[in-house]
């Protein structure tokens, strides 16, 4: 069904069954697949292809050659029905690849609010996101990734399958993560190693002068202190009962099934 407030090229092919909001703009040559919703105001771009089962929120920008919702690339993929959600106001651009999960694990992939993902990015099956994040060019998420709200990923990054990155992080360009990457964390090379906090994303972010010196105590006990992890989560317990940062921190270390960048 598509709403009569939209616009949809006439050389663009829509299914039947897709269910077109108003507002929605839909480029030359595009193709809009089975249960496929889209919703209110979001811009669709020339010679994109959306595949179904797919939910795709209001106010987003999908960018030319761009393939949403595909088939997972996983052997073990028999045509089960699974799933791709995208929130609002995401800027998908040229030639980024979103694929849809696995009834192998959680059956969906799925985008938040406010992200900006930069051209040639893939985002594999089973994979979250949060919101407001940001994906430079060419930057590969494997299976069963998942980002955390404000992380951002520096240009043609390698994320490992099961792995985390941690909200308000940093990943430098090139990097190649195996291990989980704390909230708060600046981190790049091959395989990445720590450098510190990202002090300027949490500046920008207004994070308070007491709770980025908590954050450089917790580096450092983590860190820098020689210590094993189990140790340094003890010596943390204080700490992270005065600030939530500090709490977020430990509790994202605690909880690493991967083990951490360290």
Known sequence: MIDALAIVDPRAVVDPSAKIAAGVTIGPFSVIGADVEIGA?????????????????????????????????????????TFLEIGDRNVIREYCTFNRGTSQDIGYTRMGNDNWIMAYVHIAHDCVVGDNTIFANNTTLAGHVNIEDYA???????????????????????????????????????????????????????????????????????????????????????????????????????????????
């Not at 989980?180 to 300027?200: C, F, K, R, T, W």
């Not at 989560?233 to 270390?253: I, M, P, S, T």
Request: proline share 5%; charged share 25%; with cysteine.
């Open 41 to 81: 105001d979001t811009w669709i771009g020339p010679h994109v292809v959306i595949n179904g089962p797919s939910r795709i929120g209001k106010e987003n920008k999908i960018f030319q050659f761009s393939s949403i919702g595909e088939e997972p690339q996983d052997k073990k993929y028999k045509g089960e029905p």
């Open 152 to 262: 951002i990923l520096g240009g043609a990054c390698l994320i490992h399958q099961f792995c985390t990155i941690g909200a308000h992080s940093f990943v430098g360009m090139g990097s190649h993560i195996a291990k989980d990457v704390p909230p708060y964390l600046m981190v790049s090379g091959q395989p990445a190693a720590p450098h510190g906090l990202n002090i300027e994303g949490l500046r920008r972010r207004e994070f308070s002068a007491e709770a980025i010196k908590a954050l450089r105590k917790a580096y450092k006990i983590v860190y820098r202190s020689s210590l094993t992890v189990a140790k340094a989560l003890e010596q943390l317990q204080e700490l992270k009962q005065e600030f939530a940062e500090v709490a977020q921190f430990a509790d994202f270390v605690a909880k690493s099934e991967r083990g951490i960048v360290r």
